[in-house]
Each structure stands twice: as structure tokens, then as C-alpha cells.
């Protein structure tokens, strides 16, 4: 059962495998604002909404539009091929600063709070370094340089309309120290939705991970991201568990694979339910190609349990059932054969199952009941898991030590075998430090997919991207690079607004 206060006070990190496009209308309410605030702040509610009010729009899968889809998503030509112009995604933009806006607010002003316990208040604030954390995290490895604005406003006309660009390496030390002081703030206790201390570690390690890569390169991180990540694996309060239960709603509240997630709920109407599921469906895959997954990433995914969470494949019954629904008239009734003028031909119809199962749709999100709108479900969004950790610390320690210990290669084994069917394990000892180095980014790829974290991984490694793009009905093969434009553009509406903020090189 997902209750609405722990939808209002769930919470995220991201990027991607995703080779998905996502796109959905807005929350159909307006968070909670600074202005609706009480002015003198002296009750503690005026807090909790603001904290559920920046919870809202991170919440929005909408504000995850930009990030499943960047780049690396191999279904939307205009992010494979770097054409997006500063035009683009201006929402990600003015979305997270409207969250530090309530964020900032918290931190600045919650000692006036004459009513609630500390407990109470330190749960509050330590959420609140927690989020603002997170969202400048996201959107440093986006933009590079950002401003970065540390103090509340109770006009968002005023947010960001003079802050200049801050260096990434100083945004990264302010990261740091938000998720430090949400790690001394927060609890223990692994509830639905809620940030622990286990979630500020694991960000932490993630943190170092990526300063130790592309652009920054600080390399003397790799220790520390290493160290953090052991600190959650010491504490034994985690297991990797089945593959499919990080995904089958019924499972995720009770996880103890999952560190952070959003939780979603079909209760409480679809402002807080999880519209991935009509994104990524079978009904809307087969009909919408940019739903289709990478034709070349599920013929080369290893045979196991995790390709068959990940993907729907030809003996799915889910599949049949849907391709046999009729009209009553004995036409086969959906719209993909409406679409493609083959209504009732057997053959036709094998054919063009055929085709679609070629190409492959996303399962991962149809774990979930479905809401009284269709394409919602309850699923939660799942955002760091247990076998994330076990993979930063096996690739942290590796290129800190020049080589992997024993450990890292039990662990790396752990996440490899859950997922094949294949003897999946590697002999310890038997790989030289770029050798190792590669099979963990390489698992990462598989363990991942679809999770909104792949764009960020072929950044921080520089990886060379090769894949297929749909264009009118075809595929076209398209090879590049590492991109000298690995950043996105600063969106024009806020160069307009702002007269110290520069673009990036390359817009």
C-alpha cells in the first residue's frame, strides 16, 4: 500500500540507458511554493510543504523527459546526432531551480519553526540538503557551469536573473557538503520514498565517482568513491536479491535492494501514478517506434533473467493476448493494425509481429497495476539500487589500486551471474586494470538499461557511441565520437533573462 505522504516525500537521482524518449503532461497540481508560504515560518507544516513542493516537480516524469532521453537514447534523432539547438529543454532548467527555490527556503529559515520536534526538523532539513544535493548534481554533468544559488526567494521571477555561471569543480565541493549534511541528518530505516543515510552514501560515492572521470579527471576521488560505497556494502543492510522484484510493484516497498526510489500510486489519482507504463508498453511500443528498443542492444543483451525483465520477448504471452484483441466483428481491433491497413490477415499479422519483435519493447515498466486512465501504473520509479553500489565500488577500487582485489571480483561476479543464464563468473585475478575496468562499464550497460543512467556513464569514459536511429520507418547506422558537445546548451530563455550567463562552446 503507497500512502500519499510518502508519495509527497519520495525522492530521485537518474540517467539513463534510456533509449527512450519520455514526454507527459504536467503534474495537474502546482507544488507548494516559497509565496504560499506562511512569511514568518513559525509552524512546521509551512516546511513539510515546501519540501513536498520541490518533491513534486522532481517527481514529474516530465522533469526526466530530458534525462532518459539524452543523448545515448538511440530512438530520437535529434539528441543521437547532437542537433538540439538552446532552444531545447528549457524546462529541466527552470524545473530544478524552482525546487532549490523551496529547498533553499528550508535550509535558510526552518530554525524559526516554533513548533515541532528536532527530529522532526532534522528530518526536514536533512531531505532538503538531500534534494538539493541531487538536483545540482543533475544538472552540473548537464550543463557544466551552472549558477549556483544557495539562498531562497519568494518571487521565482527573481531566481536566476543575475547569478553568474559557477565553476563545476565548486559545485561539486557545494554537492558535496549538502549530501554530507544529509548524511549526518538522516536516518537508517530503508522506507518507501524516504532518503537515508544509506541514500546521501551511496550519492556521495556516485558524486566521486563521476569528479574522477571526464571532464574533471580528479583521479585521487576513485579512493574515496571506493570508500564510501564500502561503507553501505560493511553495513549488511542490503542484498542484491531477484532481478525482477527491483521492478514488480507489489515488491519495491519492501525492497531490501532498493536504496532510493519515487514511489507512485494509482490511489490517488494520475498526478501521482507512474505514466512510464504507457510510455513503454506493448500497446504504445508497437504503434510508437520511439518506445522501440535499440535493435542492436537487445540482440547483443546476454540470455537470463534481466533480458527477460528488460524486455518482452516473442514466447510473452502479453504479447499474443494483445495482437488476438478483436473488434466483435472478428477484425483484429488495436491500432497498430489499423495503422498499417492489415486488419484481419493471420499473415500480415505474423509478419508484422514479427517485425515489431525484431526491434523489441520495453518491459521494465509494466510491473505495475494499471490506473483508471490506461497508461498509469503504481510501479515506483527505482533510482539507485544495491547492485549500483556493488558496481561503483569494484570500478572505484580497481583504478584507485591499479588492479581489482578479491572483492571486487566477487562482487562484480554477484551482478553478472544474477543476470545470465550463461557461467557468467570471472576467474579472480585474471584481468589487467583497463581489462577489469571494461567488463564493469560493460555490465553497467546490461544492468542498467532503461534506468536513465547510460548517458552519463559514456561521458565521465568518453565512450565512442555506434548505434541505430528510426527514421521513417527505417534504420539508419550512425557512428560518432566522443562529441566535443557533451554538454547541453544553456536554454535561451534564461540567456535572455540573465546577462551574465554564457553559452557553451558549441551552440
Same mark, same amino acid.
Given at each position: 500500500?503507497?500512502?500519499?505522504?510518502?508519495? !509527497?516525500?519520495?525522492?530521485?537521482?537518474?540517467?539513463?540507458?534510456?533509449?527512450?524518449?519520455?514526454?507527459?503532461?504536467?503534474?495537474?497540481?502546482?507544488?507548494?511554493?516559497?509565496?504560499?508560504?506562511?512569511?514568518?515560518?513559525?509552524?512546521?507544516?509551512?516546511?513539510?510543504?515546501? *519540501?513536498?513542493?520541490?518533491?513534486?516537480?522532481?517527481?514529474?516524469?516530465?522533469?526526466?523527459?530530458? +534525462?532518459?532521453?539524452?543523448?545515448?537514447?538511440?530512438?530520437?534523432?535529434?539528441?543521437? @546526432?547532437?542537433?538540439?539547438?538552446?532552444?531545447?529543454?528549457?524546462?529541466?532548467?527552470?524545473?530544478?531551480?524552482?525546487?532549490?527555490?523551496?529547498?533553499?527556503?528550508?535550509?535558510?529559515?526552518?530554525?524559526?519553526?516554533?513548533?515541532? @520536534?528536532? %527530529?522532526?526538523?532534522?528530518?526536514?532539513?536533512?531531505?532538503?540538503?538531500?534534494?538539493?544535493?541531487?538536483? $545540482?548534481?543533475?544538472?552540473?554533468?548537464?550543463?557544466?557551469?551552472?549558477?549556483?544559488?544557495?539562498?531562497?526567494?519568494?518571487?521565482?521571477?527573481? *531566481?536566476?536573473?543575475?547569478?553568474?555561471?559557477? =565553476?563545476?569543480?565548486?559545485?561539486?565541493?557545494?554537492?558535496?557538503?549538502?549530501? /554530507?549534511?544529509?548524511?549526518?541528518?538522516?536516518?537508517?530505516?530503508?522506507?518507501?520514498?524516504?532518503?537515508?543515510?544509506?541514500?546521501?552514501? =551511496?550519492?556521495?560515492?556516485?558524486?566521486?565517482?563521476?569528479?574522477?572521470?571526464?571532464?574533471?579527471?580528479? @583521479?585521487?576521488?576513485?579512493?574515496?568513491?571506493?570508500?564510501? =560505497?564500502?561503507?553501505?556494502?560493511?553495513?549488511?543492510?542490503? /542484498?542484491?536479491?531477484? $532481478?525482477?522484484?527491483?521492478?514488480? %510493484?507489489?515488491? /519495491?516497498?519492501?525492497?531490501?535492494?532498493?536504496?532510493?526510489? !519515487?514511489?507512485?500510486?494509482?490511489?490517488?489519482?494520475?498526478? $501521482?501514478?507512474?505514466?512510464?507504463?504507457?510510455?513503454?508498453?506493448?500497446?504504445?511500443?508497437?504503434?510508437?517506434?520511439?518506445?522501440? %528498443?535499440?535493435?542492436?542492444?537487445?540482440?547483443? !543483451?546476454?540470455?537470463?533473467?534481466?533480458?527477460?525483465?528488460?524486455?518482452?520477448?516473442?514466447?510473452?504471452? *502479453?504479447?499474443?493476448?494483445?495482437?488476438?484483441?478483436?473488434?466483435?466483428?472478428?477484425?483484429?481491433?488495436?491500432?497498430?493494425?489499423?495503422?498499417?491497413?492489415?486488419?484481419?490477415?493471420?499473415?500480415?499479422?505474423?509478419?508484422?509481429?514479427?517485425?515489431?519483435?525484431?526491434?523489441?519493447?520495453?518491459?521494465?515498466?509494466?510491473?505495475?497495476? /494499471?490506473?483508471?486512465?490506461?497508461?498509469?501504473?503504481?510501479?515506483?520509479?527505482?533510482?539507485?539500487?544495491?547492485?549500483?553500489?556493488?558496481? &561503483?565500488?569494484?570500478?572505484?577500487?580497481?583504478? %584507485?589500486?591499479?588492479?581489482?582485489?578479491?572483492?571486487?571480483?566477487?562482487?562484480?561476479?554477484?551482478?553478472?551471474?544474477?543476470?545470465?543464464?550463461?557461467?557468467? =563468473? &570471472?576467474?579472480?585475478?585474471?584481468?589487467?586494470?583497463?581489462?577489469?575496468?571494461?567488463?564493469?562499464?560493460?555490465?553497467?550497460?546490461?544492468? !542498467?538499461?532503461?534506468?536513465?543512467?547510460?548517458?552519463?556513464?559514456?561521458?565521465?569514459?568518453?565512450?565512442?557511441?555506434?548505434?541505430?536511429?528510426?527514421?521513417?520507418?527505417?534504420?539508419?547506422?550512425?557512428?560518432?565520437?566522443?562529441?566535443?558537445?557533451?554538454?547541453?546548451?544553456?536554454?535561451?530563455?534564461?540567456?535572455?533573462?540573465?546577462?551574465?550567463? +554564457?553559452?557553451?562552446?558549441?551552440?
Amino acid at each position: 500500500m503507497k500512502y500519499l505522504n510518502r508519495i !509527497f516525500t519520495s525522492i530521485v537521482v537518474i540517467l539513463l540507458l534510456g533509449l527512450f524518449t519520455i514526454s507527459c503532461e504536467k503534474l495537474e497540481e502546482e507544488p507548494f511554493s516559497f509565496e504560499s508560504a506562511s512569511n514568518t515560518f513559525q509552524n512546521i507544516e509551512n516546511f513539510e510543504n515546501l *519540501v513536498n513542493g520541490a518533491t513534486r516537480i522532481l517527481q514529474s516524469i516530465d522533469y526526466y523527459g530530458l +534525462t532518459s532521453g539524452s543523448k545515448a537514447i538511440e530512438s530520437n534523432p535529434t539528441i543521437d @546526432t547532437y542537433s538540439f539547438t538552446p532552444a531545447d529543454f528549457e524546462g529541466y532548467w527552470s524545473d530544478s531551480y524552482r525546487a532549490i527555490n523551496n529547498l533553499n527556503s528550508i535550509i535558510e529559515n526552518i530554525t524559526l519553526a516554533q513548533n515541532g @520536534t528536532e %527530529a522532526q526538523r532534522d528530518k526536514i532539513l536533512g531531505k532538503s540538503y538531500f534534494l538539493r544535493a541531487f538536483t $545540482y548534481f543533475n544538472l552540473v554533468r548537464f550543463y557544466g557551469d551552472v549558477p549556483l544559488i544557495l539562498s531562497g526567494s519568494s518571487s521565482l521571477d527573481n *531566481v536566476g536573473v543575475s547569478d553568474p555561471r559557477m =565553476a563545476s569543480v565548486d559545485v561539486y565541493a557545494q554537492i558535496i557538503a549538502d549530501f /554530507q549534511l544529509a548524511e549526518s541528518l538522516l536516518g537508517t530505516a530503508n522506507l518507501p520514498g524516504e532518503p537515508t543515510v544509506w541514500a546521501a552514501k =551511496a550519492y556521495l560515492s556516485k558524486v566521486y565517482l563521476t569528479m574522477a572521470g571526464a571532464p574533471l579527471k580528479l @583521479t585521487e576521488n576513485y579512493e574515496k568513491a571506493a570508500s564510501k =560505497a564500502k561503507e553501505i556494502i560493511d553495513s549488511e543492510a542490503f /542484498q542484491l536479491g531477484a $532481478y525482477v522484484d527491483n521492478f514488480v %510493484a507489489s515488491n /519495491q516497498d519492501s525492497s531490501s535492494s532498493i536504496l532510493f526510489q !519515487f514511489i507512485y500510486s494509482t490511489d490517488a489519482g494520475s498526478a $501521482y501514478s507512474n505514466p512510464l507504463f504507457g510510455r513503454t508498453s506493448v500497446r504504445n511500443g508497437i504503434t510508437n517506434p520511439g518506445s522501440r %528498443a535499440y535493435r542492436r542492444y537487445m540482440d547483443e !543483451f546476454p540470455d537470463g533473467p534481466r533480458k527477460e525483465t528488460t524486455f518482452y520477448m516473442n514466447t510473452d504471452p *502479453v504479447i499474443d493476448n494483445f495482437l488476438n484483441e478483436t473488434d466483435g466483428n472478428g477484425n483484429y481491433s488495436n491500432q497498430a493494425y489499423r495503422n498499417a491497413n492489415k486488419i484481419g490477415e493471420p499473415d500480415e499479422r505474423k509478419y508484422f509481429l514479427k517485425d515489431a519483435l525484431d526491434t523489441g519493447f520495453i518491459k521494465k515498466y509494466t510491473y505495475g497495476a /494499471q490506473g483508471a486512465e490506461g497508461d498509469q501504473s503504481d510501479q515506483n520509479l527505482v533510482m539507485f539500487r544495491y547492485a549500483e553500489v556493488l558496481l &561503483i565500488y569494484a570500478e572505484a577500487q580497481n583504478l %584507485a589500486d591499479n588492479g581489482a582485489n578479491n572483492l571486487s571480483y566477487e562482487l562484480l561476479n554477484s551482478v553478472r551471474t544474477r543476470g545470465r543464464d550463461e557461467a557468467a =563468473a &570471472i576467474p579472480p585475478m585474471s584481468l589487467s586494470t583497463s581489462e577489469f575496468d571494461k567488463i564493469v562499464i560493460e555490465e553497467r550497460y546490461w544492468e !542498467f538499461g532503461y534506468e536513465m543512467k547510460r548517458w552519463f556513464d559514456v561521458l565521465r569514459k568518453e565512450i565512442p557511441l555506434t548505434f541505430d536511429i528510426y527514421t521513417g520507418g527505417e534504420y539508419e547506422e550512425f557512428t560518432s565520437a566522443f562529441p566535443d558537445r557533451y554538454l547541453f546548451p544553456i536554454p535561451q530563455r534564461e540567456i535572455e533573462l540573465n546577462p551574465n550567463l +554564457t553559452q557553451n562552446i558549441g551552440y
